[in-house]
């Protein structure tokens, strides 16, 4: 494991005061950690970094059990407490800091919807998605792997699509009028299909969509890893 500071050092002022580091941030870089890493420099907190080395299995390591049983990333401790989840750590990222940095919605309708399109990314999409990974990709073995289940799971992801875009009809981002940790939660999945022989070209609002939030400079520096 190697230790580093993300953007905003050890510390950071705030009306005379020093708000010590709380958070500490277990990634890998190129996974789903990246949307949790991308939150964190959105947010502009202090925060320590830890990457994991997932080939060298630093991810089953006893010390990182013990703090997420799943053996997986990300993983954000946050005031002495683990969090794991993807979606839980944006979740509480988004309450604790994000409402005030105008990234996550206050308690309204629009934080119901921010709920449901990040329940909807995690859930439905996210398990279409890993169905055709999982038929798909050399890192199963092949007799678990199903042609015809990936298949299904290609047109299921292509449904999916097209509810996003038209979710997106006329608008910039997915809930509310400005970018928040809701497009965060999905966008960066979507240039991935291509890469796997899925078909994004049909879906317009979606595909600019998605280029309106890549273009962010907090994502260019999760990118760096």
Same mark, same amino acid.
């Given at each position: 494991?190697?230790?580093t500071?993300?953007?905003?050092?050890?510390?950071?002022?705030?009306?005379?005061r020093?708000?010590a580091?709380?958070?500490?941030?277990?990634?890998?870089?190129?996974?789903?950690?990246?949307?949790?890493?991308?939150?964190?420099?959105?947010?502009?907190?202090?925060?320590?970094?830890?990457?994991?080395?997932?080939?060298?299995?630093?991810?089953?390591k006893p010390?990182?059990?013990?703090?997420?049983? &799943?053996?997986?990333?990300?993983l954000?401790?946050?005031e002495?407490?683990?969090i794991?989840?993807?979606?839980?750590i944006?979740?509480?990222?988004?309450?604790?800091f994000?409402?005030?940095k105008g990234?996550?919605?206050?308690?309204?309708?629009?934080?119901?919807?921010?709920?449901?399109?990040?329940?909807?990314?995690?859930?439905?999409?996210?398990?279409a998605l890993?169905?055709?990974?999982?038929?798909?990709?050399?890192?199963?073995?092949?007799?678990?792997r199903?042609?015809?289940?990936?298949?299904?799971?290609k047109k299921?992801?292509?449904a999916h699509?097209?509810?996003l875009?038209?979710?997106?009809?006329?608008?910039e981002?997915?809930v509310g009028k400005?970018?928040?940790?809701?497009?965060?939660s999905?966008?960066?999945?979507?240039?991935?299909?291509?890469?796997?022989?899925?078909?994004v070209?049909?879906?317009?609002?979606? &595909?600019?969509?998605?280029?309106?939030?890549?273009?962010?400079?907090?994502?260019?520096?999760?990118?760096?890893?």
């Open positions: 494991m190697s230790d500071l993300g953007r905003g050092g050890a510390a950071r002022a705030q009306g005379g020093s708000i580091m709380d958070l500490k941030f277990y990634y890998a870089p190129m996974t789903s950690a990246s949307r949790v890493h991308w939150a964190l420099e959105e947010l502009g907190v202090p925060y320590e970094k830890v990457k994991l080395d997932l080939a060298a299995g630093e991810q089953r010390e990182y059990l013990a703090l997420n049983p &799943n053996g997986k990333v990300p954000l401790i946050a002495g407490r683990p794991f989840e993807g979606l839980a944006l979740l509480y990222l988004g309450e604790r994000g409402t005030e990234l996550f919605p206050a308690a309204n309708s629009d934080r119901a919807e921010a709920f449901k399109w990040m329940a909807w990314g995690a859930v439905t999409f996210g398990e890993q169905r055709f990974l999982r038929n798909t990709l050399d890192r199963f073995p092949e007799e678990e199903s042609p015809k289940s990936a298949e299904v799971a299921d992801l292509a699509l097209a509810i875009n038209e979710a997106l009809e006329g608008k981002y997915l400005t970018f928040s940790f809701v497009d965060i999905i966008a960066p999945a979507i240039p991935f299909l291509g890469r796997f022989g899925i078909d070209s049909p879906f317009p609002n979606v &595909n600019a969509w998605v280029a309106r939030c890549l273009a962010r400079p907090a994502f260019a520096r999760v990118m760096q890893g």
